[in-house]
């Protein structure tokens, strides 16, 4: 963990820069087998999963019947753990929901917006050893709530042709309404166009690798919405005296063991804390299994030491990290002066994790600065806001004047002529 | 207007197609132009002004004297229509201010979301005889009541060098940072990278011509938010017996009347509607100045006549229209139907028109189809909504279980540590 003492303003662009992972040439790839699948469907679907997944399936649908033996397969008490989870999200986003305001702006015109669902969308999950059914949660339950009819999931087939039992398990938990078992680009692309078997979706939420990460992009193009950008996880710790060396060590490292790309800054206003927290990584990184990944993850890592913690938010805010942990002094005072983070963890026993899967706030989240300009998901992505408005007839009569002046000024005379013909009809009336 | 009677459901992709408008063909320009940028600054931007604009740009601030002067030129009747319209604009995007929840989602672990507005953002105003000054109330309104600190604006300057003086009294009104003369994929290039003087943005909106179009989709590939996918514009028309088919007809024209490839489309349950309407167009257009771009946007345009307006509704939803006009029986008791749309216009006496300039509503809306997946600009346009936890140590104790459960299950043994190193300090403290 390289230290910086006291960098100034100038030397803040390049602490701030992410590693970048170039995605340019497989633009070339996604559009050839988005192509395909468009052209032949479910045909092109089998070739690229055989050719990618090293499996042939003859069914990509999963069945009830082997949602129904997965769900089996799941332990007690995992299954628990992830209904305390689910039950923590349902009620984090349900908050979330909206009562529309109906506002009279001037006397007879009345505006306002309502909420809709978006009718169907699609959730990819990755696959590999670890199943990352916490996504599943995240994304499936504020779509539900939402009213999203539907919840089409795809995540990779093993070599056996199966998905991992708790993605199935928390599927079925969350109301996923088909599930299938394609991955990569071919999942994307599948989406995007539809097909024979898996229908064609408004917009496209979930990680994935960097395969997965342009076919989202290009899907973007062809005017498929997505969830947001990617870019690898990342983590920013503020942390003064009062934080325990132990804890910021521990989340810190669970940061790094998401990938070789992951980042994670520690910024504090004393040097001595930067000593404590490298040690405690030391300590306890040496029992953990994905400790070559952790030490990649932590090359890319930095820790910085201001004068005081004012000038180490400043830098956070500069840097707009996915995840920050405040572990200062009253730090729920000091959120005031956050202005760029996906989720902030306040004081010494909000850890990261607790965000990742159960605390009930959603774990997909901006990342690679993005923090500056997006929101991380929530119930609003899964949703339109169309707005309304109703002008009586003393509406027009009201604003029209007023409508008219500002048409002509634009030269749109058919936008004034709208407004004329009514008025004058009323006039008559 | 080509009529269509009864289509059934198969023939609906073809009767909402849109016009396409190839653009990518413009990638490579796009690309030259953003590198000379990203590399030359201000001397590049000058360049590809004097090339495109054909005006030679010593100074593309505008400056307070020119902003002054601009004001003294607009008529005192403009003013006071674009105030009304401000006044509308302020009250309805204010009204979307949230307040924030704090919930406890398990005892000791409380989640909320707040919003922080969008540092610095840029606003795209084409240029052309037509000043569209009504969009600057439309995004600059928003921005400064969502609390942005720097807009941008940007607009092309005419053959002498200038912006419309309605433009520039607009953005003075409305509290706009700072103005820049300049156009085109150079200006946003320029609010992408920062220039010498031009300052970088987080997030671009605005519409424009094709090139604008390309070089925000490009911006966008580049990390750069914006506001909307581009499309031209379009209005969707549902008219039963109790509509006036004069005032029917002054809606489908000022929609024709934005360009060539608007798009205009009346659905209704009766021929005789359509007839009359289509009369009361002929007579309607002779006077307009724009004629020729309307009768050419007309040849897009379609009448489809459905056996009732639940299935005029289903078509609706289908085509996902960025306006939709309901001049029906009961418009505002069938509003629960509409589930894809930019914006809803209820009765006879709520012309687009209405939305475009002054009601209160945002007239920067989902085109060609994009309805079914995004929303139009609103305040949310101009915020990023940052979600807080909290947890106490009785909160992590409670909740702490469930996360070790989770993590392990995913094998991310680093994220099951970082809780299971709280609660053993909380055991033995």
């Not at 963990?1 to 170039?22: C, D, G, H, Q």
Request: charged share 20%; net charge negative; with cysteine.
């Amino acid at each position: 963990m390289k230290t910086y003492i006291n960098p100034n303003s100038e030397e803040w662009s390049e602490l701030a820069k992410r590693k970048t992972v170039p995605t340019a040439d497989l633009n070339e790839t996604v559009k050839v087998i988005f192509n395909d699948i468009q052209k032949n469907g479910d045909k092109s679907v089998s070739k690229y999963t055989s050719i990618f997944d090293g499996v042939t399936i003859a069914d990509f649908k999963v069945s009830n019947e082997e949602i129904q033996n997965a769900n089996k397969l799941v332990s007690e008490d995992l299954k628990n753990a992830i209904q305390t989870a689910a039950d923590n999200i349902t009620k984090f986003h349900y908050s979330q929901k909206e009562i529309p305001t109906k506002i009279e702006t001037t006397a007879g015109v009345f505006c306002w917006r309502e909420n809709r669902a978006i009718d169907t969308i699609g959730i990819y999950i990755p696959g590999g050893t670890a199943p990352l059914f916490s996504t599943v949660l995240m994304l499936a339950i504020p779509a539900k709530i939402a009213g999203c009819k539907n919840i089409i999931l795809c995540s990779p087939p093993d070599k056996n042709g199966q998905i991992n039992p708790a993605i199935l398990s928390a599927a079925k938990l969350t109301g996923v309404t088909e599930i299938f078992k394609i991955g990569g680009i071919q999942a994307i692309a599948a989406l995007t166009f539809g097909t024979e078997t898996i229908p064609k979706v408004s917009k496209i939420f979930g990680p994935g690798n960097q395969y997965v990460t342009a076919a989202k992009q290009y899907a973007q193009q062809l005017g498929i919405a997505i969830d947001l950008p990617a870019g690898p996880s990342e983590l920013l710790v503020i942390a003064d005296a009062t934080c325990d060396a132990d804890f910021v060590a521990s989340d810190l490292l669970s940061q790094a063991e998401h990938g070789e790309d992951s980042q994670v800054i520690l910024v504090t206003n004393s040097e001595e804390i930067v000593s404590k927290v490298v040690l405690a990584i030391e300590t306890q990184k040496t029992v953990l299994p994905r400790k070559s990944t952790v030490e990649k993850a932590l090359q890319n890592s930095r820790a910085l030491v201001f004068k005081d913690i004012q000038t180490a938010i400043e830098f956070s805010n500069f840097y707009a990290p996915e995840h920050l942990i405040l572990a200062i002094k009253d730090a729920e005072n000091k959120i005031d002066l956050i202005q760029n983070a996906g989720s902030v963890f306040i004081g010494n026993y909000s850890c990261e994790s607790a965000g990742d899967y159960a605390s009930g706030t959603n774990h997909t989240l901006p990342t690679n600065g993005y923090a500056k300009s997006y929101s991380g998901v929530s119930l609003d992505s899964f949703v339109k806001k169309i707005t309304f408005q109703k002008l009586t007839s003393q509406g027009i009569q009201n604003l029209g004047p007023a409508i008219e002046i500002m048409a002509a000024a634009e030269q749109l005379d058919a936008h004034k002529n709208a407004v004329s013909i009514r008025l004058k009809k009323l006039q008559n009336g």
